[in-house]
């Protein structure tokens, strides 16, 4: 079955820094764009980052410079470097693959992994 | 970039039909056929319905439908049932600096 998987989630403090990871089975990360969706608690869904098959990546504005995502191709998995984490940032994080269509229609989901910044 | 607009909620009988909008701009829905709708019921992830405006993927029921004119685009779920209860977002490709939005959102009940 294709699936990802995130993990890495966790309390952190406020400046803290946190990685989250999403493995990817069935299919191949480099090959699909790949994208970051948060949603804060009781709130919509928020793109947060995406990365196309050729590498080149973007972040929303609310997290550029601070949330990272990135790719290792050896393993099949996604990244996402969280540094100098804010209160706001406390969401539930979820992978997605945009396969389907000229813009990437989000088609895999997991399950979600929750980040809570927190002192 | 903000978020694109949709009604907080809409609401239907059993076997009704229901239609969703999603208001962007120029910059992002009214200029590309990218938009995206995606069902969530509570505490699980999003699934996709439809994608570049008006394509199902494999699996989807074809009770649910999309479209677009202008900077509007539209979701519709014909024969409305029990299980599509939930909430519904749309998303679009942007010529920002952020390349993707999604809306606001949109709680369907079924009554």
């Known amino acids: 079955e294709v699936q990802v998987v995130e993990s890495g989630g966790g309390l952190i403090q406020p400046g803290g820094s946190l990685r989250l990871s999403c493995a990817a089975s069935k299919f191949t990360v480099s090959s699909d764009c790949m994208s970051w969706v948060r949603q804060a608690p009781g709130k919509g869904l928020e793109w947060v980052a995406v990365i196309y098959t050729g590498g080149t990546t973007y972040s929303a504005d609310s997290v550029k410079g601070r949330l990272t995502i990135a790719r290792d191709n050896s393993k099949n998995t996604l990244f996402l470097q969280m540094n100098s984490l804010r209160a706001e940032d406390t969401a539930v994080y979820y992978c997605?693959?945009?396969?389907?269509?000229?813009?990437?229609?989000?088609?895999?989901w997991g399950q979600g992994t929750t980040v809570t910044v927190s002192s | 970039q903000s978020a694109l607009t949709q009604p907080a909620s809409v609401s239907g009988s059993p076997g009704q039909s229901i239609t969703i909008s999603c208001t962007g701009t120029t910059s992002d829905v009214g200029s590309y056929n990218s938009v995206s709708w995606y069902q969530q019921h509570p505490a699980k992830a999003p699934k996709l319905l439809i994608y570049?405006?008006?394509n199902r993927p494999s699996g989807v029921s074809n009770r649910f439908s999309g479209s677009k004119s202008g900077n509007t685009a539209s979701l519709t779920i014909s024969g409305l049932q029990a299980e599509d209860e939930a909430d519904y977002y749309c998303?679009?490709?942007?010529?920002?600096?952020?390349?993707?939005?999604f809306g606001t959102g949109t709680k369907v009940t079924v009554l």
């Open positions: 998303s679009s490709y942007t010529s920002s600096s952020t390349p993707y939005v």
């Open positions: 997605a693959r945009g396969s389907l269509g000229t813009y990437y229609g989000l088609d895999v």
């Open positions: 570049d405006v008006s």
